[in-house]
């Protein structure tokens, strides 16, 4: 080597590095059919992560595909009982099932400009319905006493933003997240009695660092704490009266949160683009520490669900590019395994428990833009 060459190098070498640039990542784009929103973030480059590799040869559950609703891009569902349940869609449909989702009954379609995104039966009669209004940023729910029979009109609970799922702790303490707010980074809305009118809720914008949107899936415990997650970590101990946030839990962003109780918990998360991918932390010790990735895998994660401390599900998928399926993990989500390749975008789950029997249904969109419903019946460890 000569002197030229030598000094060429070390003069190099002096050069500080150009800071990596950081990535564009999409967690989704709401709604599916027409116009959407972006839900998107941007992050330094991934490094390091140390992923659980999934399970290889764990036999999969029987799940089973029971229906196919066409033209329905399902985002929640709601079982009362054993036998009925409620799915609520895009452009303002509703659907029914009495057998326990053999079949199902579309009861209510207003079309555009509706998006329902949120339904909880808290009977098998008294049925609540929440979304917004795409021609006007009006987040909004409707009350049903009748099975769906009859609704009430619109209850607007805000004029400046989309609502998206609604959970009830009991019969009064309820809440609504927004996915979106022209006004403030998030949004939520509270009632404590029942929430019948738009006057028995309480608009609140959870003081936040870093602003943004929270997963459609969140956490509320019949003690009145509820969690939620997106592009920031946020709990509540009364129902969403007050809050206290933090960055993610996952170093790019999370969604759907589920908490079995106070000390078990796990967040999720996926994006659609660079890559198309999910993934799950998991708590112990109700949020204080969090696992690394336990499940890294190519279905973006939009549901998690568990029966007790062990057993569990993890839905996702990206309707786009006609992916989906759901994990299983029977050590708490420590290990994963794909149960069932569904080859939809599965975005909710709700079980009905009897002892230790139990019976589980997952729903979501396929590529053909049609919901499907899978369902799974077994016993709890």
Not at 131 to 157: A, C, K, Q, Y
Request: net charge negative.
């Amino acid at each position: 080597m000569n002197r030229i060459t030598l000094l060429i190098l070390v003069a190099l070498s002096l050069v500080p590095l150009a800071a990596p640039q950081n990535v564009h990542h999409v967690a989704g784009r709401t709604p599916v059919r027409g116009p959407s929103l972006e839900l998107s973030a941007e992050r330094p480059p991934v490094e390091g992560v140390q992923n659980t590799p999934l399970r290889v040869g764990q036999a999969p559950n029987p799940w089973k595909l029971q229906a196919t609703l066409p033209g329905a891009i399902i985002h929640d569902i709601s079982f009362p009982t054993r036998t009925v349940g409620y799915a609520a869609a895009e452009l303002g449909q509703v659907w029914k099932t009495t057998n326990g989702g053999t079949s199902w009954t579309e009861i209510l379609n207003l079309q555009f400009p509706y998006y329902w995104y949120g339904v909880t039966a808290l009977t098998a009669k008294d049925v609540v319905i929440s979304g917004f209004n795409d021609s006007n940023f009006e987040g909004i729910i409707r009350w049903s006493h009748d099975g769906g029979v009859t609704w009430t009109p619109d209850i607007v609970l805000t004029t400046n933003g989309w609502s998206y799922r609604t959970r009830f702790a009991n019969a009064q303490d309820g809440l609504v997240m927004d996915g979106l707010d022209l006004s403030a980074p998030n949004a939520v809305h509270y009632t404590t009695d029942g929430g019948p009118g738009a006057t028995d809720w309480t608009e609140v914008a959870p003081v936040d660092p870093n602003g943004g949107w929270f997963g459609n899936q969140f956490s509320l415990l019949r003690n009145l704490h509820a969690r939620a997650s997106g592009i920031s970590f946020c709990a509540s101990a009364n129902a969403g009266q007050t809050w206290k946030c933090g960055p993610p839990i996952d170093s790019v962003f999370d969604g759907p949160t589920f908490f079995l109780n106070d000390q078990s918990g796990w967040v999720g998360g996926g994006e659609i683009s660079p890559s198309v991918e999910g993934w799950v932390h998991r708590t112990t010790d109700g949020g204080k520490t969090w696992s690394g990735r336990t499940l890294d895998g190519p279905l973006p994660i939009r549901e998690i669900h568990f029966l007790n401390s062990t057993t569990g599900w993890a839905a996702g998928g990206d309707v786009f590019t006609g992916v989906g399926g759901i994990y299983f993990s029977n050590d708490g989500g420590q290990t994963w395994s794909l149960d069932v390749n569904t080859g939809a975008e599965m975005d909710a789950c709700d079980v009905k428990t009897s002892g230790t029997r139990f019976q589980i249904w997952c729903a979501g969109t396929n590529g053909a833009f049609n919901g499907v419903v899978y369902t799974l019946r077994g016993t709890a460890p």
